[in-house]
């Protein structure tokens, strides 16, 4: 019998729940495969996974798909790895680069640019490279590690936590965030939406095949997500020697930014999420979450 194939976001915000079958008890038991945010919703969609860490929204543009419970990648507050960095003042951008390996930070933006900023930018897809995107645009998105790399050399820079709008501008060339940017200002999507809406920001979800989904799977997900929140330290040790950046901050990124459950108000967050992006046009309509084996939720 084939093993379940899982696609999976090869970022640090998605190691701590995928712990338990890369490094831990659960290894080998599934075939794992890694990809960037967009191609792993596309991998689940066309077949060729049948569970996958995807992009919230695309759980809205896919049927016969549910979510596994009490599992996310989500933000009480500032999350760090998703950022519009900005040549100007927000308000001001006129065109906005998108890296095009995301699906969720794109609706995100996109809200925020219409419900919280009140511009009306144009949007051009890039990859993600914050200094050929800012060569071509007023402002870019930037997620992941990549963001992450910018926001913690901006800290290291300015010597305190980055809080959205700030900006540094001068000095070295070479310490600059953004190689190339004299000034730069940077706002945290998920803090934006906090501010906007007062409630949590759900970025990924495990989704599955309804008929992948059994109670047994179900059940080794929680298992590799317990396993891998024990494991924290271990786990930005490990990033730290792989992105070349210092373990402390990266072990408080997954501590303190990142949320790995879908609790009352994440969910409740996900739910106004779906509904303002079907308002915006962005989805056809924001269908109900229906859950695998909902009687067996269980979120930490």
């Given at each position: ?79 760090r ?9 927000i ?5 906005i680069?998108?890296d ?29 490279d ?115 950046l ?55």
């Amino acid at each position: 019998m084939s093993r379940l194939r899982i696609s999976i976001v090869e970022y640090l915000n998605t190691a701590p729940l995928v712990w338990g079958f890369t490094d831990g008890p659960l290894r080998g038991r599934y075939d794992l495969s890694f990809a960037v945010p967009s191609q792993c919703a596309e991998a689940l969609r066309r077949g060729a996974a049948d569970v996958g860490i995807i992009p919230a929204i695309e759980y809205q543009r896919m049927e016969g798909m549910v979510v596994l419970p009490g599992m996310a990648v989500a933000a009480k507050g500032e999350v760090r790895s998703i950022l519009v960095v900005s040549r100007k003042p927000i308000e001001l951008a006129r065109r906005i680069a998108l890296d095009r390996g995301s699906r969720s930070s794109v609706a995100l933006v996109r809200l925020l640019c219409a419900r919280h900023w009140g511009i009306q930018p144009e949007f051009a897809d890039a990859d993600p490279d914050p200094a050929a995107m800012l060569a071509n645009a007023d402002a870019a998105l930037v997620i992941g590690d990549p963001a992450l790399r910018v926001a913690l050399k901006m800290e290291a820079l300015m010597n305190k936590p980055v809080v959205s709008g700030e900006f540094c501008c001068g000095g070295d060339p070479s310490e600059q965030p953004v190689p190339g940017v004299e000034t730069l200002f940077l706002y945290d999507v998920a803090h934006q939406w906090r501010e906007m809406t007062g409630r949590p920001c759900v970025l990924a979800l495990w989704v599955a095949r309804r008929d992948a989904a059994t109670s047994e799977v179900i059940a080794d997900f929680v298992a590799s997500k317990e396993y891998g929140l024990e494991r924290i330290g271990e786990i930005a040790e490990g990033a730290a020697l792989k992105l070349d950046l210092p373990a402390r901050p990266l072990e408080r990124y997954l501590r303190e930014n990142i949320d790995f459950s879908l609790d009352d108000e994440n969910q409740a967050g996900l739910e106004l999420y779906f509904r303002l992006c079907a308002e915006e046009k962005l989805i056809p309509r924001a269908k109900p979450v229906e859950f695998a084996a909902a009687e067996a939720r269980v979120s930490r």
